[in-house]
């Protein structure tokens, strides 16, 4: 494989010296770019989209084109191939974001669940991870991902998204050991399925348990935690020469840092509602920490997005170990132009604390 060009993302997240602090943005191939509605209105729908390598490369590699700061690009993908994959029948309504033709609501559809091989049933994935590997050609590290267990989950008992999560946790509650066995079939997918981009060429990978902090403390640590921790312990950690890093990221998981970073990741994802700094004293330096801008600043004017970074940046302080990213995906209204002006801030004002 090529050598890597610029490999700063991969050495703050094993807390190694960089020369400024590596950034990227989650969804940052979507809809804000203009190149990338084009290429879905090209390719037909989104599935369209994420099933077909070619296309997959070519939105993935939009981002890197237009902003030569970023410092990572990320497969692009769904995070719900895995229930998909499993006979749940996924399509998009317009509108109404991702359904299931299929909905879990019993012990015996559970039973009934395969589990996916990564090669056979989601070889496009496979096939996607390689295609950008190669396109990349050592420009910056590409970072795989999943979704954790009890967010696939909640679409798959739901139908689809969430307002309130009731009958997830009518299940979890009324009936746990069906919870249970749904969440260690998916955590057994969510494994073969990283491992596979693994082994395709993903040289970071991070798990998107955006539904975690919908949970209560007890059922967090038994229903989400516990079965990404059962994650991160079955994936390849080295390939080709060098560690494979992971990011664990819980949307509404601050009160749980502690907890999330003895589960074994290498770094955890924040959210906004977290103090970076604060957060990097309760972790100490057992982790590193990514995030965690407000999307909703790239709303505002290029000066105040310059000045939050700054204050973000002054939040952490000096060292490595951060990867400064949003605190949740870039929203589909936000100026390009604006997000030009955050990635070059990120650079521009980092390098004091690197010295």
Known sequence: MTALKNDR????????PVDVTPVWMMRQAGRYLPEYRASRANAGDFMSLCMNPEFACEVTMQPLDRYPQLDAAILFSDILTI???MGQGLYFETGEGPRFKKVISTLADI???????PHKDLGYVMDAVSTIRRELNGRVPLIGFSGSPWTLATYMVEGGSSKDFRKTKAMLYDNPQAMHL??????QSVVSYLNGQIMAGAQAVQIFDTWGGNLSAAAYQEFSLAYMRKIVSGLIREHEGR????????????????????????ALGLDWTCDLGEARRRVGNQVALQGNMDPTVLYAKPEAIRTEVGRILASYGKGSGHVFN???????EVNPEHAGAFLRAVHELSAQYHE
Not at 326 to 332: D, S
């Open 9 to 16: 993302f991969l050495r703050a997240l094993l807390k190694q």
């Open 111 to 117: 039973e009934a669940l395969p589990i996916p091989d």
């Open 83 to 85: 229930p998909d994959a």
């Open 182 to 187: 749904l969440l260690d079939k998916l955590a």
């Open 326 to 332: 949003l605190g949740h995906g870039i929203t589909p």
């Open 243 to 266: 560690k494979v890093p992971v990011i664990l990221f819980t949307k509404g998981g601050g009160l749980w840092l502690e907890s999330i970073a003895d589960a074994g990741a290498d």
